[in-house]
């Protein structure tokens, strides 16, 4: 069973950087398109930035383009978020997610899309 933990959250100050870790474990074939989606309270869980399987290919959302940097080491089988300017808009919990079917270089948006999820770490940016 695929499992993902992740790391690294917590509380800044506007202007600040976090780096947000997303460890997998249970991959037993090729690795997995990866992404991070966050959910602010009252509000629906959003894509944030995604990476394709061998990192060839990445893409954010434009609320975070120019900010945040995603990438992956797949010899550790764990994913990076960046966060760097940060706002406190972009307070919210921040959830890794793992699609074992997309295609070596594609990316999806769609939440509903993805087969393994991380339970959360909360990222707080205070002004």
């Known amino acids: 069973q695929v499992q993902l933990v992740e790391s690294g959250g917590g509380l800044v100050q506007a202007g600040g950087s976090l780096r947000l870790s997303c460890a997998a474990s249970g991959v037993t074939t090729r690795p997995y398109a990866m992404a991070w989606f966050r959910q602010a309270p009252g509000k629906e869980r959003l894509f944030v930035a995604g990476?394709?399987?061998?990192?060839?290919?990445?893409y954010y959302a434009d609320s975070v383009k120019g900010r945040f940097t995603i990438s992956r080491d797949n010899a550790k089988n764990t994913v990076y978020l960046q966060m760097n300017s940060l706002k406190p808009i972009d307070t919210a919990i921040y959830y890794c997610?793992?699609?074992?079917?997309?295609?070596?270089?594609?990316?999806?948006?769609?939440?509903?899309?993805?087969?393994?999820w991380g339970q959360g770490t909360q990222v707080t940016v205070s002004s």
């Open positions: 990476i394709s399987r061998y990192g060839s290919t990445t």
């Open positions: 997610a793992a699609d074992r079917r997309l295609a070596t270089a594609q990316i999806i948006t769609d939440r509903n899309e993805y087969d393994y």
